[in-house]
């Protein structure tokens, strides 16, 4: 699934071709997506300049003159810039042809990604509850300190909570818990006020980082398909339940928190 990682990197990699271009015409070839894309999207979209290309959370915005194109990738979606005219294949749903000859076309095998107008985005329903972004000056550990007074929830999904920060998915989450020392099974009032600065800065940095590497393949945004931010050997804890624990050699181990398999060590983490 995209985290927040690989949709930063999608916005930086397309930016540049979507930027000041015009739109000439929107081939919807399957409006069925989680939404169904809507009907009068080509008459919206059509003519208009791409004037800004943003992110809030998950969702891509696309800001033309007139509105904006909120654009989330759900499970399976992709987006890259192919030659306009390039025949389609299965799954690539949407062509955005722009002037400069090219299309952005989205893919999207499962269909659970979105595609929707909006004259203000911000205030739109799936986006006015969200809390700040991870990498924004409105995010920190006081934040989460003040948040978890009182919650007896477990720490991990309450940092994925999307009301409480935005894109902390569950890799995200194992692996910022793991490099500040925090079980991810301990309530979250019970989190001190200084672990939850070291916390709040270890979310910042696995996701920076992961926006780093995922920054290394923006070229395969024309005509080949992003990768994801984190690679498998810079793994802590993510996925490797029953491994041993590269800080102390322990074994570790492997619980569900809120329907979601969570990694820890028993040593490094209390
Ligand atoms: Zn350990």
Redesign the pocket.
């Known amino acids: 699934m995209p985290e927040l990682p690989e949709v930063e990197t999608t916005r930086r990699g397309i930016e540049p071709h979507l930027l000041g271009r015009r739109v000439e015409r929107v081939i919807v070839r399957d409006r069925r997506l989680r939404w169904p894309i809507p009907d009068d999207l080509d008459s919206r979209l059509s003519g208009q300049r791409i004037e800004r290309v943003e992110r809030r959370a998950k969702y891509l915005l696309l800001g033309a003159e007139a509105g904006t194109l909120i654009v989330h990738l759900g499970m399976s979606g992709s987006l890259r810039l192919v030659e306009g005219g390039l025949p389609a294949r299965k799954h690539e749903h949407v062509d955005l042809l722009l002037d400069s000859g090219q299309a952005l076309r989205y893919t999207d095998p499962r269909r659970f990604g979105a595609m929707l107008w909006s004259g203000d985005p911000l205030a739109h329903p799936l986006l006015v509850s969200l809390g700040p972004e991870p990498l924004g000056e409105d995010f920190d550990g006081e934040r989460l300190y003040r948040l978890s007074r009182g919650r007896s929830m477990a720490v991990k999904p309450f940092i994925m909570d999307n009301a409480v920060v935005v894109g902390v998915g569950n890799i995200y989450a194992t692996e910022a818990l793991f490099a500040a020392g925090i079980d991810p099974r301990r309530a979250a009032g019970s989190v001190s006020r200084a672990r939850y600065q070291r916390l709040a800065e270890e979310i910042r940095r696995v996701l920076a980082h992961a926006i780093e590497r995922g920054g290394t393949t923006l070229r395969d945004f024309v005509g080949g398909d992003g990768q994801p931010g984190y690679f498998q050997q810079e793994l802590f804890a993510y996925g490797r339940g029953g491994e041993f624990?590269k800080?102390?050699?322990?074994t570790l181990r492997e619980v569900r928190l809120g329907q979601r398999a969570s990694v820890y060590?028993g040593?490094?983490q209390r």
Do not use: K, L, M, Q
């Open positions: 624990c800080t102390c050699g322990s060590c040593r490094c």
